[in-house]
């Protein structure tokens, strides 16, 4: 099936500093969903693109649909503690077909902040 | 408030002993899902739903049932769970499928399976 392949794995960095991940895929997604999982707890949307090129911001993120509709980035600027957590993209596969509601996640980012 | 309600939020059990985590979602989504999560392998799904009575294999749907008899509920069972079946699980719910499929997540089950 369609895979989303998620990079970095994991980051460390230090309050402050801006942050970039991206996910690719070898196939056309026709939307990007970008979640973010808190310790114990289940993902929470963040952003969602529908059109490629679209740039959409919520705050101090900003995330990317690719042109070639293969990959989205996620930025995150002026990290803070709270940003700690697992990123995940998504999408429904089987673009030009029917999902019914089926999402294909890549492995995520783990995040780390350090004050 | 909307939300996606799973129970219980912690399971131990013996192999063999059958199981059903509950779900349930109260925004009249069509689309219900369950995904299992273990490290490194991001989130998989294991069953869905597009509406009641309406049901379908996910990418790992092995060793597990679903259900949907009503809108907002879509239990998860395991009728003879095994080792290889401890994970934490994800309930989900979606107003629709297709292209605009964004999912609401229930808060999750860590399943232990001794």
């Known amino acids: 099936g369609q895979q989303l392949n998620q990079s970095p794995q994991s980051m460390f960095i230090q309050e402050g500093e801006d942050v970039s991940m991206n996910c690719t895929s070898s196939s056309i997604f026709n939307t990007w969903l970008w979640y973010k999982q808190d310790p114990g707890e289940g993902p929470v949307l963040l952003i969602a693109?529908?059109?490629?090129?679209e740039l959409t911001s919520n705050g101090r993120l900003t995330a990317q649909f690719g042109i070639t509709r293969k990959d989205s980035f996620l930025n995150i600027s002026a990290s803070i503690p709270s940003d700690v957590g697992i990123y995940f993209c998504a999408g429904p596969p089987n673009a030009g077909g029917t999902s019914y509601g089926k999402l294909t996640f890549g492995q995520g980012t783990i995040l780390t902040v350090h004050p | 408030e909307a939300q996606v309600t799973q129970n219980p939020r912690y399971l131990i059990t013996v192999t063999g002993k059958k199981l059903t985590v509950t779900c349930s979602q109260n925004m009249n989504h069509e689309y219900m899902s369950w995904y299992r999560q273990d490290p490194g392998l991001g989130l998989r799904q294991i069953y869905y739903?597009?509406?009641?009575?309406?049901?379908d294999k996910g990418d790992v749907p092995e060793g597990y049932k679903v259900s949907r008899k009503e809108k907002r509920n879509f239990p998860l069972i395991l009728e003879s769970p095994s080792p290889n079946q401890t994970s934490l699980y994800f309930c989900?719910?979606?107003?629709?499928?297709?292209?605009?499929?964004?999912?609401?997540f229930g808060q999750g089950t860590r399943l232990t399976v001794v």
């Open positions: 693109l529908y059109k490629a090129g």
């Open positions: 739903s597009m509406n009641v009575e309406v049901t």
């Open positions: 989900a719910s979606s107003f629709r499928g297709g292209e605009n499929t964004e999912a609401f």
